[in-house]
């Protein structure tokens, strides 16, 4: 599909090198440095997971906000997955992504288990464009929203 | 002073009585009775109401004009649509703060002259129980989805380190009872501060006690938060579970130590192996190590290592218990 990123399911099983043997776009795409925010181990282990399944190899996974801003300084990712609810303490996921944002707007999902329509509302304002997949997300779901976000950003 | 309706001698001491608020209006809109709960509720007595406005004594400014407008209306016309209805609305009280009331408000002749016969009931601790409702509803359904995404994980990576379907389904349920009866440990706790001694007693628990026993456990009584308690429960269960395979649970002759300490409000966890020969390092790393290594960096935020001896091995973890974030 032209001007769209497509990051195909046959790269599931793609070897670690795959952003290297990748074309165009999705060569891009797959070399591009990818962002974790969450705070629970196994699902951020999970994400990693999948994402490596769809060829990304530049993974780094944090478990605040705190930290994500923090990392974002120097790492400079172009494509960030995070949870909205961190923990108890510090700031959400739409605050740190907010954050980053202000050094430049980085593609963004948030995945959550749960988002109100209010935080939902909030997204849409102060991070427009970002996704919202649902918690447990599975690895179609999540390959479909990546492709999505980055293809909107790319447009724009 | 002009007597009160509420003073008649059968249907007025009933409404002195009642346990809502009762408030009788003229026509005029001039308040004319007021019982004891509507003293309670609205912070004014009778004698201080009595004779006063309706509309400047309990409705909020903004609603002023409305309820005035509806009263020259009904007088004019005979159509009350407020009337013989529950209504829910803010309401004022003498202290100048607002609270939500349920109201019912009727025509009655039964005092002689026509009068309005108002119900109130001061609704705040409903209105907080909805809310306290709602939110417990959406931290459960946080806290589910959450559950289910640590789920998902557990069985993902377990499946991507499990070389048949039944390994698969060992390893995943061994997990997953492990979790549930952390669960049940926090849920017991209220989902606050939970014993470090409950979760290693339960997943031991397996293991006979006294001075034959291949498992000793010393350390003090402390609490750990949720997050920590599940972190540490996951830990432990990999530890237990490689133990019984290849470790100090797996031969007659080994045994498991476990201590723990608090120094320098840090705790100090040590898992040690010993009685066994021949034991060597791994050479690869499997889902256990990884999955500890990423539980202690990411949900404790602490550090790990493992000493490897040719009897066994010590596993050494640290973290802040008090840590804000957990």
Do not use: C
Request: glycine content about 10%.
């Amino acid at each position: 599909m032209p001007g769209l990123v497509s990051l195909s399911p046959s790269r599931r099983a793609a070897p670690p090198h795959a952003s290297v043997v990748a074309e165009g776009r999705e060569a891009i795409a797959l070399a591009m440095r990818v962002l974790v925010v969450e705070d629970e181990a196994m699902i951020a282990w999970m994400m990693e997971s999948l994402l490596q399944d769809m060829g990304f190899s530049d993974i780094v996974v944090v478990s605040s906000g705190e930290d994500a801003v923090e990392m974002a300084t120097d790492l400079l990712p172009g494509l960030i997955l995070s949870d909205i609810n961190l923990g108890t303490a510090g700031m959400d996921g739409v605050e740190a992504v907010m954050s980053i944002a202000q050094r430049g707007v980085v593609p963004t999902l948030f995945i959550s288990g749960y988002a109100s329509e209010e935080t939902r509302d909030r997204i849409r304002r102060q991070v427009p464009g970002a996704g919202v997949p649902r918690k447990p997300v599975d690895a179609e779901t999540l390959r479909l929203a990546v492709t999505r976000v980055l293809s909107v950003s790319g447009r724009n | 002073m002009m007597a009160s309706p509420l003073d008649d001698a059968s249907l007025g001491a009933v409404l002195k009585t009642a346990l809502d608020a009762v408030i009788v209006m003229r026509m005029d809109g001039v308040i004319a009775g007021w019982n004891a709960v509507a003293e309670r509720t609205f912070g004014w007595t009778f004698v201080e109401s009595n004779g006063r406005r309706m509309s400047e004594m309990i409705i909020p400014v903004r609603n002023r004009a409305a309820h005035e407008d509806g009263l020259s209306h009904y007088l004019a016309t005979g159509e009350g649509p407020v009337l013989d209805r529950h209504i829910e609305i803010e309401a004022l009280h003498k202290d100048g703060r607002e609270m939500p009331i349920e109201l019912s408000i009727t025509r009655t002749a039964q005092f002689g002259e026509p009068v309005f016969l108002g119900f109130l009931r001061d609704i705040s601790e409903r209105r907080d129980a909805v809310r306290r409702q709602d939110l417990l509803i959406g931290e459960l359904n946080h806290r589910v989805k959450n559950l289910l995404g640590v789920v998902a994980g557990i069985a993902h990576m377990t499946a991507r380190n499990s070389a048949t379907l039944e390994s698969f389904s060992a390893a995943f349920a061994g997990r997953l009872s492990s979790l549930g009866r952390a669960h049940e440990i926090l849920t017991a706790a209220t989902w606050e501060r939970a014993p470090l001694r409950a979760i290693v007693e339960e997943l031991l628990g397996p293991y006979p006690g006294g001075p034959d026993s291949p498992v000793t456990l010393d350390g003090p009584d402390l609490l750990l938060a949720p997050r920590h308690l599940l972190a540490v429960s996951m830990i432990l269960h990999e530890m237990i579970s490689n133990a019984v395979k290849y470790g100090g649970l797996s031969a007659a002759g080994g045994k498991v130590a476990l201590r723990w300490s608090l120094t320098n409000g840090e705790l100090n966890m040590a898992w040690i192996e010993s009685g066994l020969s021949g034991v060597v390092a791994p050479t690869r790393k499997g889902f256990g190590s990884r999955m500890i290594a990423m539980t202690v960096t990411h949900d404790l935020r602490g550090r790990a290592d493992t000493e490897w001896r040719e009897d066994g091995l010590t596993f050494h973890l640290s973290f802040d218990p008090g840590a804000k974030e957990a």
